[in-house]
């Protein structure tokens, strides 16, 4: 490339350099692909550089107030003490930073009275944020716009390569694969990753960076705590032959279910080839339908790895999904309790297997849940098919903080905590009885936005039966189902308009 900026005869007009055949490409294009290779690295030298001095500043003034409170205590110190000293504060600053880490939850999990104890994470990749806080201003799906919080997460995933291409001896890692080289992983192998803040302790990062050709994961856990960032752990992930088990208690709803289905069909049997779905069917009305579907798309994909439980009871979906589990007889399993609204992708199951361990980890994703797409696309003659309306924008949807209901954990957990409070009747609270379970245990709770994974609108029943309090909460959510703040706002100034339109 030298050679050529150098070396190339000059001609008329802006001319092309040799070499390069059927491209007019000239001296400007290298000189600024040079440039551009140039300020790539000068930006990571400077990241660098930034943690290299933020650590000596601590180290610096950790040694300096030492420094002080032993000259209060001797004055005459001679330089043998001071020297030890200066190393005292060096340790006494890596045991303060590790202490930190010890005391948030990043190991093991820390017993919460309730799920409002509970700090979730926001998930990102290297373009978007995907945030639960959105007030008016902020929305589920950002580009970060602040340069502070661009830096940061740049500078976490490149922190995170420097772990994984520069092993140390307690990560077990090999210096080669047996081929003779070690694989270098760049910015482009990051896949996902989620953060979140501890206000008295520091911030965690949970990067997970996938070659694109390879089926193993590469997991880097790291951990601010308010000063230089500390690797915690850095693990190989092979995920390639971890089933999930995925449970629907269904009643009625046919039609949902063929919906279901050929999301299933796409996603499932197609990308992804390591599920087995148990379908827990309430009641006789509409079983046929539901085993005619499952065996057309037997027969259409060589599809067999499913199961039906039927029960001829009324319907109860903390039951249908205990049944679920229970009806796994091949041993441990990843379990993902699903409903039939719900529409999910490839990367989700793997974020699924990735976020669940057992006996130390459950996922508790959070959906983003679809508005009526009656009231979204008004302007429209008819709404958009479902794979167009999945989208993260304020009007269209909004996160389902308060749904517990869509999670990712082991069997053996499932069944050491007692399962669902069977004694619950209807809507809603059997999900957050069971979340509560694992909080005041010692498993990690990972509870964050999860873009892959959809709620789609349906209208929503209250029954009479329900107690005042279930009731109320279905009425909520039926609330919040509907619209968005603006879209609902239009619906009750409607009259307004019109008259106003009418005067105009």
Same mark, same amino acid.
């Given at each position: 490339?030298?050679?050529?900026?150098?070396?190339?005869?000059?001609?008329?007009?802006?001319?092309?350099?040799?070499?390069?055949?059927?491209?007019?490409?000239?001296?400007?294009?290298?000189?600024?692909?040079?440039?551009?290779?140039?300020?790539?690295y000068q930006n990571r030298a400077t990241s660098l550089k930034r943690q290299i001095a933020q650590l000596k500043q601590e180290?610096?003034?950790?040694?300096?107030?030492?420094?002080?409170?032993?000259?209060?205590?001797?004055?005459?110190?001679?330089?043998?003490?001071?020297?030890?000293?200066?190393?005292?504060?060096?340790?006494?600053?890596?045991?303060?930073?590790?202490?930190?880490?010890?005391?948030?939850?990043?190991?093991?999990?820390?017993?919460?009275?309730?799920?409002?104890?509970?700090?979730?994470?926001?998930?990102?990749?290297?373009?978007?944020?995907?945030?639960?806080?959105m007030g008016l201003t902020r929305h589920p799906e950002e580009k970060p716009v602040r340069k502070d919080k661009r830096d940061?997460?740049?500078? $976490?995933? +490149?922190?995170? *390569?420097?772990?994984? =291409?520069?092993?140390? /001896?307690?990560?077990?890692?090999? &210096?080669? !694969?047996? $081929?003779? +080289?070690?694989? *270098?992983?760049?910015? =482009?192998?990051?896949? /996902?990753?989620?953060?979140?803040? &501890?206000? !008295?302790?520091?911030?965690?990062?949970? *990067?997970?960076?996938?070659?694109?050709?390879?089926?193993?994961?590469?997991?880097?856990?790291?951990?601010?705590?308010?000063?230089?960032?500390?690797?915690?752990?850095?693990?190989?992930?092979?995920?390639?032959?971890?089933?999930?088990?995925?449970?629907?208690?269904?009643?009625?709803?046919?039609?949902?279910?063929?919906?279901?289905?050929?999301?299933?069909?796409?996603?499932?049997?197609?990308?992804?080839?390591?599920?087995?779905?148990?379908?827990?069917?309430?009641?006789?009305?509409?079983?046929?339908?539901?085993?005619?579907?499952?065996?057309?798309?037997?027969?259409?994909?060589?599809?067999?790895?499913?199961?039906?439980?039927?029960?001829?009871?009324?319907?109860?979906?903390?039951?249908?999904?205990?049944?679920?589990?229970?009806?796994?007889?091949?041993?441990?399993?990843?379990?993902?309790?699903?409903?039939?609204?719900v529409y999910f992708t490839a990367e989700f199951l793997n974020s699924c297997r990735l976020n669940a361990e057992p006996g130390?980890?459950?996922?508790?994703?959070?959906?983003?849940?679809?508005?009526?797409?009656?009231?979204?696309?008004?302007?429209?003659?008819?709404?958009?098919?479902?794979?167009?309306?999945?989208?993260?924008?304020?009007?269209?949807?909004?996160?389902?903080?308060?749904?517990?209901?869509?999670?990712?954990?082991?069997?053996?957990?499932?069944?050491?905590?007692?399962?669902?409070?069977?004694?619950?009747?209807?809507?809603?609270?059997?999900?957050?009885?069971?979340?509560?379970?694992?909080?005041?245990?010692?498993?990690?709770?990972?509870?964050?936005?999860?873009?892959?994974?959809?709620?789609?609108?349906?209208?929503?029943?209250?029954?009479?039966?329900?107690?005042?309090?279930?009731?109320?909460?279905?009425?909520?959510?039926?609330?919040?189902?509907?619209?968005?703040?603006?879209?609902?706002?239009?619906?009750?100034?409607?009259?307004?308009?019109?008259?106003?339109?009418?005067?105009?």
């Amino acid at each position: 490339l030298m050679y050529l900026l150098e070396c190339a005869p000059q001609s008329d007009g802006n001319g092309s350099l040799p070499g390069v055949v059927g491209e007019n490409m000239g001296k400007e294009y290298y000189q600024a692909l040079l440039q551009e290779q140039e300020e790539h690295y000068q930006n990571r030298a400077t990241s660098l550089k930034r943690q290299i001095a933020q650590l000596k500043q601590e180290l610096q003034e950790m040694s300096d107030k030492l420094k002080s409170l032993q000259e209060k205590k001797t004055p005459k110190v001679n330089s043998m003490n001071y020297q030890g000293t200066k190393e005292q504060a060096s340790n006494d600053l890596l045991e303060f930073l590790h202490s930190q880490i010890d005391k948030a939850e990043v190991s093991v999990g820390a017993k919460l009275p309730s799920e409002y104890g509970v700090i979730p994470f926001e998930s990102f990749t290297s373009m978007k944020v995907f945030q639960l806080e959105m007030g008016l201003t902020r929305h589920p799906e950002e580009k970060p716009v602040r340069k502070d919080k661009r830096d940061e997460l740049v500078e $976490v995933i +490149e922190a995170g *390569l420097e772990v994984i =291409n520069n092993p140390d /001896e307690e990560d077990g890692q090999d &210096e080669d !694969d047996g $081929v003779g +080289e070690r694989h *270098l992983y760049n910015e =482009n192998d990051f896949i /996902e990753g989620y953060y979140r803040t &501890e206000r !008295d302790k520091g911030t965690q990062y949970e *990067l997970f960076y996938k070659k694109m050709d390879g089926m193993e994961y590469r997991h880097v856990t790291l951990f601010r705590p308010f000063g230089p960032l500390m690797k915690v752990k850095s693990e190989t992930v092979d995920i390639s032959r971890s089933i999930i088990n995925i449970i629907v208690p269904l009643a009625g709803r046919t039609e949902a279910f063929a919906q279901f289905m050929q999301n299933f069909r796409d996603v499932c049997i197609h990308q992804d080839k390591r599920v087995h779905l148990t379908v827990v069917y309430f009641g006789q009305n509409g079983l046929s339908e539901v085993r005619s579907i499952l065996e057309s798309v037997a027969r259409e994909t060589n599809f067999h790895n499913y199961t039906i439980v039927s029960l001829n009871e009324e319907f109860n979906r903390g039951r249908g999904l205990d049944m679920g589990a229970r009806a796994w007889e091949k041993g441990e399993v990843l379990m993902f309790f699903c409903d039939v609204d719900v529409y999910f992708t490839a990367e989700f199951l793997n974020s699924c297997r990735l976020n669940a361990e057992p006996g130390k980890k459950v996922f508790y994703p959070v959906v983003f849940s679809l508005y009526n797409p009656a009231i979204v696309y008004a302007n429209q003659e008819m709404p958009p098919p479902v794979e167009q309306q999945l989208v993260h924008k304020k009007d269209s949807g909004f996160w389902r903080d308060f749904g517990f209901g869509m999670t990712c954990q082991y069997r053996t957990d499932f069944l050491t905590v007692g399962g669902f409070d069977l004694e619950v009747k209807g809507w809603g609270v059997e999900d957050v009885h069971l979340y509560r379970k694992y909080l005041h245990g010692d498993l990690i709770v990972i509870r964050t936005p999860v873009p892959g994974l959809f709620h789609l609108w349906h209208e929503k029943h209250c029954a009479d039966e329900l107690t005042p309090e279930q009731y109320r909460m279905c009425i909520q959510s039926k609330a919040m189902n509907e619209a968005s703040h603006s879209h609902l706002g239009m619906l009750v100034f409607r009259e307004e308009i019109e008259t106003h339109l009418r005067k105009q």
